[in-house]
Structures are given as C-alpha cells and as structure tokens.
C-alpha cells in the first residue's frame, strides 16, 4: 500500500483509543479499515493537537512511519 492509498479523498482518521503511551487511529481505505499508532513521547509530537476525528492527510508523518515499519495494521 502507498501512503496516498491512505490519505487521498479527504479520508478521515477516527480516535479509537490511548495505550501504552500510543494513540491509535483507524482509517478507512476503500472497503477496509487500518489501524496506526502514534507515539506520544514529546519528542516525537512536540505541540501537536490531536482530535478524535481527524484528516488522513493531517496525520500523514505517522501513518508513513507505520507503513515503513509495517506497523499498519488491517482489522477490517
């Protein structure tokens, strides 16, 4: 998958929960749904705002991270 599958169409990201120090999102891609984590150490997001709803492409840093490191992961 590319990253512009993800984040093409004005796709949404939703908040789907807090663990371990991540936030994870889901996105919709088609007929699918991907779940990706970002990292909340204050390193990695500075001052960013995060919202439960979100435009794929205002994530876009995180989720090419995810797709690098094949942490992009299909749950539906």
């Known amino acids: 998958m590319k990253i512009i599958d993800v984040v093409k169409n004005d796709n949404m990201a939703y908040f789907s929960h807090y663990c371990g120090g991540n936030l994870y999102y889901t996105v919709n ?24 709803k979100m435009k794929a492409i205002t994530l876009m840093r ?4 995810c797709l690098e490191s094949e942490e992009l992961i299909k749950i539906r």
């Open 62 to 65: 995180w989720i090419r991270k």
């Open 29 to 52: 891609v088609e007929d699918d749904v991907f779940l990706f984590s970002i990292n909340t150490d204050p390193n990695e997001v500075g001052s960013a705002v995060f919202s439960d």
